[in-house]
């Protein structure tokens, strides 16, 4: 039983660490994203985008003097690890904003976020149900339903009227597929096969092919992850059709790659100035792609938030960032955006790949 | 055409699959451990290759390299490790446990060195297309599909032709009496474990020439290619490779009946409906 | 100190998972890798009578559920009588791999991948249960009758029975005692336990998804079953709570952000590897 003993007085011990109280001179925002296991290729660009823009506003001397920390936890895209990240958090850190990505755990901390008053930021997730989940919980970019209806009128008004879907086999995915089964058909397309593939696969081929089958003028396209490996099995297969998408596509290596060339997506008028996106580069050493964009967006709304709080005196909890991030309502980060609801409504543009750039094709505009 | 082009791809990705499964094969049937951890080898493998390509090895080179590396590593888990708990007559759970960390530690140096994201070999040639009549695969596939059946062919010479392979089958059917008559088991097995190690890394390199490279990408492979085992017989060398090919098959073509969603679904309803009426799988063992 | 209640919560739940998972494994010597699958049956059964347009309370919903469970772990472990050893280990990962399928795409009975929110909070005889310390009472009292009931059932002759059936079983079959009924009613056991953590799991979390009854969830329980020591009841509470509390004292590791989560997976992964070699029977586990 010595064994149990030790075990016990360490878990003890570790326990009374964990409950130090932070720095009193910073101010501690927490992210909870998966940053291990198959979700960290989406996480870790997640929580990139949120460093990158509090470093830049602590080099400028952080807000009123105060420096701002965020504190990442790893969740592993799971929802029970998010309530207890979420509960240390908000019990040890005492933090009153969140950045979240993924709609499960999302989901799973949205009643919390709603009893605690703590403002949860999701940037990331896109699934339909998150739009009313909780008060407390701000969506900075549409549910992906708003652009898929976008998407729709516009292939439709374009004369393409047969379609194929392709979606990930997981809560974004299926989010978009079931908006493309509803959306597509309104504007007087049909849909005339469906095909899943599972996150983190990046073997598209079979899936390509059977819809391939079915003859469509477009595949409507919803993943999240490997987008570059399934432009190039499509150019390998020789494939014909058009293929569109959301926001998702607007990855740099995708765009720069020869294979995705026809694509057609619609974009969120969200882009990184380029010297912004060669400062991101120089230090992670990676693209600066969508969810990293994303985030950084997030952070500055969440920044922006913040000043006025200070600006006004006022305690930095989760209700007074959350009423004056609803009060200001108009955010200039990267992109302009507006919060009518607890989620964002935002400029949005139909986009092609051409010669290696994401190219304009029309203005549209979100309801 | 469509089932033509189908049974191609399905074909690349079992061959692929089917060395995984052999060379799982060889160490399960030896050792008798659930080495989970060759799933961190065959990622790493991959990695490694990468990073040779990067700094301007051929590719030759960089495999060979990589090889060398993985049946370097997987020698040192069964010296240090394995061979350390069955010294301590650990259980099979017990074995499993410390393997599954032994897995962890590979995958996150790899997410801590190479970060999450999905890398891509530079290498040019590897999307380049050949057509044969109505199918269309790159060089990287038909790489795949020769490496594979010369790994299958050359681990079959292997077992039956030379020495080391004959010890090892003799260990392997009876680990007691090896003992007795100093087949010495415990260094047997540090070879297997090498060999498995070695074969495993190439299609931890030609899987993600073609399709990319990920850290945690390793277990779903390793999973199908356990199960491809089971179901061809523990120790029957061509079980495993046709169970494999049969199974990636399988998966692709069912796409031609029912939606991709349930593919894997269906694949291990099957298997353990087989389980039930086989359960010693389709070659018998030996 | 909701943080310490949660985990309180979450770590009696997985105490309940393994007292199921050491009945099966450690006990009865049924190597199972699918207990994930069946405690994930058990949570969705309870969301589903919970928010049925006809709503069931909660204690009624958890009885469906253990019930369910009882039935459906006999059927999964059923291979177990007929297949034996490795074979078994891979066909239970075939039902694990089975079950995850179901409970991603049944989109009509689960919620597929997108899983199901707004599960209402459970109430004991009409007492509303809310805030998460009222949860840890509720998880407490169902974690002292687990361990209760694990505890009597192992001093009992049945308990004797299992022990000797895993030590030889063809002895135990020639001594005259029925070994199948004795493998159902230990499977029959464990599943009404499982069915039961799941139950509360639904409602501590109010949502759930597929991700949580995962391989990789299979595979937890049974490290924290081994860690903490097979075949005892000490080592089934053990386990659960240094395995969940591992995570949370990595944290205290002061490590680049970049790299942070990957590390503390890898010293989690070191610190496993080094736990077997030194203390293979687990912290409170009878000597292998």
């Given at each position: 039983?010595?064994?149990v003993?030790i ?9 009374v660490?964990?409950?130090?109280p ?9 992210g909870?994203?998966?940053?291990t296991?198959?979700g960290?290729?989406?996480g870790t660009?997640?929580?990139r985008?949120?460093q ?9 001397g ?8 965020v504190q ?5 895209a799971?929802p029970?690890?998010s309530?207890l990240?979420?509960?240390?958090l ?10 979240t990505?993924?709609?499960g755990?999302t989901?799973?901390m949205?009643p919390?976020?709603t009893?605690?008053?703590?403002l ?5 997730a ?5 739009s ?5 919980l ?7 339903g708003?652009e898929?209806?976008v998407?729709?009128q516009?292939l439709g008004?374009e004369g393409k ?6 979606f990930e ?7 978009g597929r079931d908006d ?5 058909p309104?504007s007087?397309?049909?849909i005339?096969?469906q095909e899943a ?6 073997d598209?081929?079979p899936?390509l092919l059977?819809l391939a089958?079915a003859?469509?003028?477009?595949m409507?396209?919803a993943i ?10 499509y150019k ?5 059709f ?7 596509f ?16 619609t ?10 996106a060669?400062?991101?580069k ?5 693209d600066?792609e969508?969810?990293a964009k994303?985030f950084y ?8 938030t913040l000043d006025k709080v ?10 007074n960032?959350?009423d004056?991030l ?6 200039q980060?990267l992109?302009p ?5 607890n989620t964002?409504s ?8 051409r ?5 304009l094709?029309?203005?549209m505009?979100?309801? | 055409?469509l089932?033509?082009q189908?049974?191609?791809t399905?074909?690349v990705?079992?061959?692929a699959?089917?060395v995984?499964a052999?060379?799982f094969s ?9 080495h ?5 080898i065959y ?14 090895a051929?590719?030759l080179?960089?495999?060979?390299i ?5 049946a370097?590593l ?12 069955e ?7 017990v074995v499993?446990i410390a393997?599954?960390?032994a ?8 997410a801590?060195?190479?970060t999450?994201?999905i890398?891509?070999f ?5 999307s380049?297309?050949v057509?044969?009549?109505a ?9 795949t599909?020769l490496v ?9 010479l292997?077992?039956h032709?030379?020495i080391?392979g004959?010890?090892?089958?003799a260990?392997a059917?009876?680990?007691m009496?090896?003992d007795?008559t100093?087949?010495?088991?415990q260094?047997v097995?540090?070879?297997?474990i090498a ?6 890394c190439?299609?931890?390199i030609?899987?993600p020439?073609?399709?990319?490279l ?6 779903t492979?390793?999973?199908?290619a356990?199960?491809?085992m089971?179901?061809g017989?523990?120790g029957?060398?061509t079980?495993?490779f ?12 069912s796409l ?5 969603e349930?593919s894997i ?8 409906i ?5 359960p010693?799988?389709l070659f018998?063992?030996? | ?7 309180i ?5 997985y105490?309940?998972l ?9 006990i009865?010597?049924?190597?199972s890798?699918?207990?994930?699958a069946?405690?994930g049956v058990g949570?969705?059964?309870v ?6 347009p006809d709503?069931?309370s909660?204690?009624?919903?958890l009885?469906i559920?253990a019930?369910?469970c009882v039935?459906?772990?006999?059927l999964?472990?059923?291979p177990a009588?007929r297949?034996s050893g490795d074979?078994?280990v891979?066909?239970s ?10 409970f ?11 899983g ?10 009409g007492?509303p ?9 509720l998880?407490t009292?169902?974690?002292v ?6 505890f009597l059932?192992?001093r009992?002759p049945?308990?004797r029975?299992?022990?000797a059936?895993?030590e030889d079983e063809?002895?135990v ?5 029925n070994v ?9 056991l464990?599943g009404?336990?499982a069915?039961t953590?799941g ?13 949580s009854?995962?391989?990789?969830a299979?595979i937890?329980?049974?490290t ?6 097979a ?7 053990i386990g659960?709570f240094?395995?969940l509390?591992?995570p949370?004292?990595?944290?205290l590791?002061e490590i680049?952000?970049?790299i ?7 010293i989690?992964?070191?610190l496993l590897?080094?736990f077997?070699l030194f203390r293979p029977?687990g912290?409170a586990?009878?000597r292998?």
């Amino acid at each position: 039983m010595r064994g149990v003993r030790i075990g016990m007085a360490a878990l003890a011990a570790g326990l009374v660490a964990i409950c130090t109280p932070a720095n009193a001179e910073t101010i501690t925002f927490g992210g909870i994203l998966p940053l291990t296991g198959p979700g960290a290729l989406i996480g870790t660009a997640e929580m990139r985008g949120v460093q990158f823009a509090v470093d830049q506003a602590n080099a400028k001397g952080g807000m009123h003097g105060d420096q701002i920390a965020v504190q990442f936890e790893d969740n592993q895209a799971k929802p029970d690890q998010s309530i207890l990240s979420f509960n240390k958090l908000t019990d040890l850190q005492h933090v009153s904003v969140i950045f979240t990505g993924y709609s499960g755990p999302t989901l799973a901390m949205a009643p919390l976020a709603t009893r605690k008053k703590v403002l949860l930021v999701n940037a990331g997730a896109q699934a339909d149900a998150l739009s009313k989940a909780s008060p407390y919980l701000i969506n900075t970019l549409p549910t992906i339903g708003g652009e898929i209806e976008v998407l729709s009128q516009w292939l439709g008004s374009e004369g393409k009227k047969k379609a194929a879907v392709m979606f990930e086999n997981d809560a974004a995915g299926m989010s978009g597929r079931d908006d493309y089964l509803k959306f597509f058909p309104e504007s007087g397309g049909t849909i005339l096969a469906q095909e899943a593939t599972q996150f983190g696969q990046t073997d598209f081929r079979p899936a390509l092919l059977k819809l391939a089958d079915a003859k469509p003028d477009v595949m409507l396209v919803a993943i999240t992850a490997g987008l570059l490996q399934m432009a190039q099995q499509y150019k390998q297969l020789a494939l014909k059709f058009t293929v569109a998408g959301t926001t998702f596509f607007a990855d740099p290596s995708v765009i720069a790659d020869p294979s995705s060339a026809g694509f057609v997506h619609t974009q969120l008028r969200i882009d990184a100035p380029p010297d912004l996106a060669a400062q991101f580069k120089a230090k992670y050493g990676t693209d600066m792609e969508f969810f990293a964009k994303q985030f950084y967006n997030a952070a500055q709304i969440v920044l922006a938030t913040l000043d006025k709080v200070l600006a006004d005196n006022k305690p930095v909890t989760g209700e007074n960032m959350h009423d004056t991030l609803l009060r200001i309502k108009k955010f200039q980060g990267l992109i302009p955006l507006e919060f009518k609801t607890n989620t964002a409504s935002v400029p949005m543009d139909i986009n092609i790949m051409r010669d290696g750039k994401d190219v304009l094709l029309k203005e549209m505009k979100l309801q | 055409m469509l089932a033509l082009q189908l049974l191609a791809t399905g074909l690349v990705t079992g061959c692929a699959l089917g060395v995984v499964a052999i060379s799982f094969s060889l160490v399960y049937a030896t050792t008798k451990i659930f080495h989970v951890a060759h799933a961190g080898i065959y990622t790493l493998g991959g990695y490694l290759a990468w990073s040779l390509v990067l700094y301007g090895a051929p590719l030759l080179i960089a495999v060979l390299i990589s090889v060398a590396a993985c049946a370097a590593l997987g020698a040192l888990i069964q010296s240090q490790l394995y061979a350390r708990l069955e010294r301590r007559r650990a259980t099979h759970l017990v074995v499993l446990i410390a393997s599954l960390g032994a897995l962890a530690v590979m995958q996150n140096i790899i997410a801590a060195v190479y970060t999450p994201d999905i890398l891509q070999f530079p290498i040019e040639w590897s999307s380049r297309m050949v057509s044969v009549g109505a199918i269309r695969l790159d060089y990287t596939q038909l790489l795949t599909i020769l490496v594979s059946l010369a790994a299958y062919a050359g681990t079959m010479l292997f077992a039956h032709g030379t020495i080391l392979g004959k010890r090892i089958r003799a260990v392997a059917s009876n680990p007691m009496l090896a003992d007795i008559t100093r087949l010495q088991p415990q260094t047997v097995y540090v070879y297997v474990i090498a060999i498995a190690s070695a074969l495993v890394c190439l299609p931890g390199i030609l899987v993600p020439l073609d399709l990319g490279l990920q850290p945690y990408n390793g277990v779903t492979p390793l999973l199908t290619a356990t199960i491809a085992m089971i179901a061809g017989g523990v120790g029957s060398i061509t079980g495993a490779f046709v169970l494999s090919v049969a199974i990636a098959v399988v998966q692709n073509l069912s796409l031609l009946v029912i939606p991709g969603e349930w593919s894997i679904g269906v694949t291990f309803f099957i298997f353990v409906i087989f389980m039930l009426f086989r359960p010693t799988g389709l070659f018998t063992a030996r | 100190m909701d943080f310490l209640y949660s985990y309180i919560v979450l770590a009696e739940i997985y105490v309940l998972l393994g007292l199921s998972t050491n009945l099966l494994v450690g006990i009865a010597g049924i190597f199972s890798v699918s207990q994930a699958a069946v405690f994930g049956v058990g949570a969705y059964i309870v969301a589903h009578f919970m928010m049925a347009p006809d709503p069931l309370s909660f204690i009624p919903s958890l009885a469906i559920a253990a019930v369910g469970c009882v039935a459906l772990n006999i059927l999964v472990t059923l291979p177990a009588l007929r297949v034996s050893g490795d074979y078994f280990v891979v066909t239970s990962f075939g039902i694990q791999l089975l079950a995850t399928a179901v409970f991603t795409n049944w989109t009509a009975g689960t919620g597929g991948a997108n899983g199901l929110p707004g599960i209402p909070p459970p109430d004991l005889l009409g007492l509303p249960i809310e805030t998460t310390a009222q949860y840890a009472w509720l998880c407490t009292g169902a974690v002292v009758l687990g361990c209760l009931g694990f505890f009597l059932i192992m001093r009992a002759p049945f308990g004797r029975l299992l022990r000797a059936i895993r030590e030889d079983e063809t002895a135990v079959a020639a001594a005259g005692k029925n070994v199948l009924r004795a493998k159902v009613s230990a499977a029959a056991l464990a599943g009404a336990f499982a069915g039961t953590a799941g139950g509360l799991y639904a409602t501590f979390l109010s949502f759930i998804d597929p991700s949580s009854f995962d391989l990789d969830a299979s595979i937890l329980l049974l490290t924290m079953v081994v860690v903490g020591g097979a075949r005892t009841l000490a080592g089934s509470i053990i386990g659960p709570f240094l395995l969940l509390a591992l995570p949370q004292l990595l944290t205290l590791v002061e490590i680049p952000t970049t790299i942070a989560a990957a590390a503390r997976q890898l010293i989690y992964g070191l610190l496993l590897i080094m736990f077997m070699l030194f203390r293979p029977q687990g912290l409170a586990g009878e000597r292998l």
